[in-house]
């Protein structure tokens, strides 16, 4: 006679698969803002100073 296998993951299994996958997510996300942070996007060298009166009298 053969027993049965069973197919179901235990649940000490399936709790320990899902909490290293969101640790490698929270891994992954904290990595990519690291990187983010270090590049440095160029920023505009002068203030544009908009002079929206014209427009203010129109109305």
């Known amino acids: 006679m053969q027993l049965k296998y069973n197919r179901q993951p235990s649940i000490g299994s399936s709790l320990i698969k899902t909490f290293i996958k969101i640790l490698l997510i929270i ?13 440095s996007f160029p920023a505009p060298e002068k ?10 009298k129109k109305l």
């Open 27 to 39: 891994l992954i996300f904290i990595i990519a803002i690291f990187l983010i942070e270090k590049i």
């Open 47 to 56: 203030k544009y100073q908009i002079d929206i009166t014209n427009e203010i």
